[in-house]
């Protein structure tokens, strides 16, 4: 089984080869492509370029159907069961066993439990309504279902993430169950000691392109595999911090923040003119706690203060009205109205300033968006252009000129780079370093540490929702910080 | 990771990082620019409203095209009309209200209960419109409230409200038909200004003034933006509850108002007015172009959505074709829109791309 790509959008070339019967490891940090890589292969995304070989044949998938037609079947995150229907309804959803429309429940039934016997889960009960189950029993009745089909390969995206030790134990002993059986598993993930554990081979993704392909795990040690997971194809430039005024007013204090079920007792506080960074996995309540202090989701316990004054918990609206600004995580799902223009984006935080009794001024909304165009070198210069037409940089530009507008003290910056070409970036990293220069606290969340440890001026490295250190930028690299997050992730 | 994929999307929303940022486009010509965004979708109805027409005229050569029978097309379009601007502004902001039909037949009663009619008759007959507007506006609160900080969704709200207004007008009423005895409240409202009926002024105003309040002030801005894209509304901190719940108040006033309006033409009020009105609206609307997902709408193609209904079935009417070939011509009509808009919604996300 040979699989590669290349010139896709979010893949810029990979080649992956899988076994049969193996563990096959795919290792990247976010944004590296793993998604869009198991979404081709399950035939949700088809490849620009290149070609997919499955036994020894060149394929295409079209659609997801054809994926299971060929033996290849997916178990996403975001697991794909239906809640309302029994443990049977969902392993055999989409192809249920009738008999003139009529379903074989019984039949249905003793399938299930064969296949859930061999899953080592004979005491799950067919009948049960999956919604009630724990996710690790949804997982097993997504592999069910999986296992229903005559498959030869399953991928399983990060099946580890909802699961406790115990849990991920079992899973394991799943995995090996399956592997004996000849069937190939790509097991997606970013925990390095997982991988130790089940892994016999690794490819490494970075910025879309396969770094390593085919890596034995017995004999390549940790330090490589961190190495080429985040060892970067394009050099970053940052620019040079400024220092901190010595009588630089504390701007954002939060204290004792708590989001049950995300992430507690989160306290630090940002100067004016300092720019923070919080370090850590995916999950493990950076953007949380971004969008708490923003007032986006309401705090359960502590307070967010800006220069003094308290903010009302769950009030974006008070948050904007002290001065704070949020560049949200999904800017086209959370930041952007992408049918509209430029200049309304611009504007949307600071509307009523355009209009006079409610009347709107689209003269000087127009104008002040076309002196952002300017000074962000924002592209196309054209402040009726759509947002959707946008490049990723350009939308993220759209985003800062809407708070340099506004006029904030507190900046909440969540991604500032995802899906930003590289030399967009560098003017960003300019404009987030000159923003923090006019006197703006700013908080970057970012699952690229580089990018975190090059911006800030002090680390916080969270893990499963708690800061677990605060330091310097300068005290830290980017080994020392993934070295703290795996741990934290791990105990 | 949690990106969702929506096949239909894919294309508009995924600009290359790569290569977009230096991507240098054709000019698009005035014109063209024109004829792909609302204006050019406007013209499409303009062209149905004039084939309608041209119908018209052929099959009724005498009776369809004068004056009077213009007049009259109008006036019947003119109560549908002020309910559905009001309705466009919910559309275009993602929501959807079934109660203004009944609420239009609530606000009727309030007017004409004998209570309020003793208050006009001692005063004057503007208390009984200044109920019927109350009466529109408290009904569309309710909704907004119900809907923004109850979190109901609006389709369950406002079918409650539906149920409820009309339970409520019946009781009130009796199940009588309340007649109007103010002789100057009827004449008022059947008069000719400059030769065109106060019906079809007010729906003109209403339409002109919901034109203004769409495309000129911030509270029109923001309903686009909330139908966009309601979280990036929301964490712009714009207060999205507190407009969603001027947003139906909006659409229970301009119920209001159709209620003043057919309280002019029929003189009297009972519970059954406004029956059926909220799926005329909503057609009328849809028809219009404005997007059922919202986000995006005119007013002007509100307008155009109304007069086609009128005007179709007064050409019916004129060939005395029955009540019900109107009804499934009316069906076939929404169809074709609808299909027409998602056609024109799928070329606008490419080539925009």
Redesign the interface.
């Given at each position: 089984m040979t699989k590669s790509f290349a010139g896709v959008r979010a893949l810029k070339g990979v080649d992956l080869d899988i076994l049969p019967g193996e563990v096959h490891c795919i290792l990247g940090q976010n944004g590296a492509g793993k998604s869009t890589l198991i979404k081709m292969l399950a035939g949700v995304h088809r490849p620009d370029d290149g070609e997919i070989a499955w036994l020894g044949e060149p394929v295409e998938i079209h659609d997801p159907q054809a994926a299971i037609d060929l033996g290849i079947a997916t178990m996403y995150q975001e697991l794909d069961v239906v809640d309302g229907l029994t443990v049977a309804e969902n392993v055999f959803l989409g192809h249920e066993l009738a008999r003139g429309g009529f379903s074989r429940r019984s039949e249905a039934a003793k399938r299930t439990r064969e296949l859930l016997a061999r899953l080592g889960h004979a005491r799950l009960s067919p009948h049960t309504e999956v919604g009630s189950l724990s996710a690790a029993n949804k997982q097993i009745v997504s592999m069910a279902r999986a296992l229903s089909h005559d498959i030869k390969l399953i991928i399983m995206d990060e099946p580890s993430a909802v699961l406790d030790s115990e849990e991920v134990k079992n899973l394991f002993h799943v995995v090996n169950e399956l592997t004996s059986e000849g069937i190939a598993v790509v097991y997606i993930t970013h925990r390095l000691e997982e991988i130790r554990q089940i892994g016999d081979r690794i490819t490494v993704l970075k910025d879309g392109r396969s770094m390593a392909n085919g890596l034995s795990v017995a004999e390549t040690p940790t330090a490589d595999l961190i190495r080429l997971m985040t060892g970067r194809t394009v050099e970053n430039v940052f620019p040079p911090a400024t220092p901190i005024a010595a009588d630089a007013p504390t701007v954002l204090d939060v204290d004792g923040l708590g989001l049950t079920g995300a992430f507690e007792d989160v306290s630090f506080s940002v100067r004016a003119g300092e720019v923070v960074g919080l370090a850590g996995l995916v999950g493990s309540g950076r953007s949380e706690i971004l969008e708490t202090i923003y007032g986006a989701r309401r705090a359960t316990a502590g307070t967010v203060s800006v220069a003094g004054t308290t903010l009302r918990r769950g009030s974006v609206v008070a948050a904007v009205a002290a001065g704070v600004g949020l560049s949200p995580e999904e800017r086209k799902s959370q930041g952007l109205v992408l049918d509209e223009p430029i200049y309304v984006n611009v504007t949307l935080a600071s509307m009523a300033r355009f209009a006079k009794g409610g009347f709107l001024d689209e003269r000087s909304a127009r104008s002040v968006a076309r002196e952002q165009i300017e000074a962000l070198e924002l592209r196309p210069a054209d402040p009726d252009r759509a947002a959707v037409t946008l490049s990723g940089g350009n939308q993220q530009k759209i985003l800062l000129a809407r708070w340099l507008v506004h006029g904030t003290r507190v900046l909440l910056l969540d991604e500032p780079t995802r899906g930003v070409d590289v030399g967009a970036r560098t003017e960003i990293y300019a404009l987030i370093r000159r923003l923090a220069a006019e006197g703006n606290a700013i908080v970057v969340v970012s699952s690229e540490i580089e990018e975190v440890l090059g911006l800030a001026d002090t680390v916080l490295v969270v893990a499963d929702g708690r800061i677990l250190t605060t330091v310097p930028a300068t005290e830290i690299d980017e080994h020392g910080v993934l070295d703290l997050v795996m741990k934290g992730a791990a105990a | 990771?949690?990106?969702q994929?929506t096949p239909g999307s894919e294309v508009?929303?995924?600009?290359?990082?790569?290569?977009?940022?230096?991507?240098v486009?054709a000019p698009v010509s005035p014109v063209r620019r024109l004829l792909s965004g609302s204006a050019g979708r406007n013209l499409g109805l303009v062209l149905a409203l004039v084939l309608i027409v041209v119908v018209g005229a052929i099959t009724a050569p005498d009776t369809f095209t004068t004056t009077s029978n213009m007049l009259t097309i109008l006036r019947q379009a003119s109560i549908i009309g002020v309910i559905s601007v009001g309705m466009t502004f919910v559309i275009i902001a993602g929501g959807i209200d079934l109660s203004v039909g009944s609420v239009m037949g609530l606000a009727s009663i309030a007017a004409t209960l004998a209570v309020t009619q003793d208050l006009a008759e001692n005063f004057h007959w503007i208390v009984m419109v200044v109920f019927a507007l109350a009466t529109g506006l408290a009904a569309g609160l309710i909704n907004g409230i119900v809907i923004a900080y109850g979190n109901v969704v609006a389709f369950m709200a406002t079918l409650a409200m539906l149920v409820a207004a009309r339970g409520l007008a019946e009781i009130l009423a009796e199940r009588r038909t309340l007649t109007i005895g103010s002789r100057d409240f009827i004449n008022f409202f059947n008069e000719d200004f400059l030769g065109v009926d106060i019906l079809i002024w007010i729906f003109a105003l209403v339409a002109v003034g919901g034109w203004v309040l769409l495309n000129?002030?911030?509270?029109?801005?923001?309903t686009?933006?909330i139908g966009?894209?309601r979280?990036?509304?929301?964490?712009?901190?714009?207060?999205v509850k507190r407009h969603t719940v001027w947003l139906y108040a909006l659409a229970g006033l301009t119920a209001g108002i159709a209620a003043v309006m057919i309280l002019g033409r029929t003189t009297a009020g009972t519970s059954t007015h406004g029956q059926l009105y909220e799926l005329d609206a909503i057609a009328a609307v849809v028809v219009g172009g404005t997007l059922l997902v919202g986000?995006?709408g005119t007013i002007t193609g509100t307008v155009l959505g109304v007069l086609i209904f009128a005007t179709l079935t007064n050409v019916f009417v004129q060939n005395n074709l029955s009540s019900s070939v109107q009804a499934v011509a009316k069906g076939v009509i929404i169809i074709v829109a609808v299909l027409l808009q998602q056609r024109f919604a799928k070329q606008g996300?490419r080539s925009?791309?």
């Open positions: - | 990771m949690s990106e994929i508009a929303a995924e600009p290359n990082p790569t290569t977009s940022a230096t991507t486009e000129r002030t911030t509270f029109g801005r923001r686009v933006a966009g894209n979280e990036a509304s929301r964490l712009a901190g714009i207060n986000g995006r996300g925009s791309s």
